[in-house]
């Protein structure tokens, strides 16, 4: 059974460690992406994104490409906007930016974000019904995460999981309304 990267429409039979850093390195190969197949990779509409940019969520393209960061950044949101308001993921993304323009202080990249998320899903250990598997799971996605700040690690660790669980929630509702929709 095919699944898709978190956030994204793209499939892949299996997530693996390091494969969301293949499909980066493919997708931006020739360098940025245009609005639509940033679009089309995550399924969302173009005013969406375009209000997430216009609002600051997402930093304006430059020449109307999309970076990795800048697509790592709305995979992110668009994971967790089924679960988690918008306030909250805009507060999640400024942990993570430190609240400033300067990238130089920030606790973790988007993109790194996102490939250390995809490795904590390929963890073969990991029991979604149990706190300590998603922490163990957690902790060795940050395993060589190299700190900047003190307890940047452990920070890393909580976002991840954070992540985790407000991802692993979508997924659970989406299967509690598909079983109900049987039921109707």
Not at 133 to 144: G, K, L, R, T
Not at 153 to 163: F, H, N, T, Y
Request: proline share 3%.
């Amino acid at each position: 059974m095919a699944t898709t990267f978190p956030g994204t429409t793209v499939e892949v039979s299996s997530l693996e460690k390091r494969c969301s850093r293949q499909l980066f390195d493919g997708v931006f190969a020739a360098g940025g992406i245009t609005l639509s197949q940033v679009s089309i990779m995550t399924g969302l509409e173009p005013y969406l994104i375009q209000n997430w940019v216009k609002r600051g969520f997402v930093s304006s393209p430059s020449k109307r490409m999309y970076s990795r960061q800048q697509f790592a950044r709305i995979v992110i949101i668009n994971m967790l906007r089924e679960t988690l308001q918008i306030e909250k993921i805009c507060n999640l993304i400024h942990i993570i930016g430190r609240g400033t323009a300067d990238r130089s202080d920030d606790l973790i990249s988007d993109e790194e974000l996102y490939h250390r998320y995809v490795d904590l899903l390929s963890d073969h250990k990991l029991h979604t019904t149990e706190p300590q598997s998603v922490q163990s799971a957690a902790e060795s996605a940050a395993n060589d995460f190299e700190e900047h700040s003190p307890n940047a690690r452990s920070q890393l660790v909580r976002l991840l999981q954070v992540m985790f669980y407000a991802h692993a929630s979508a997924g659970l509702r989406r299967s509690a309304e598909e079983i109900l929709a049987t039921l109707e």
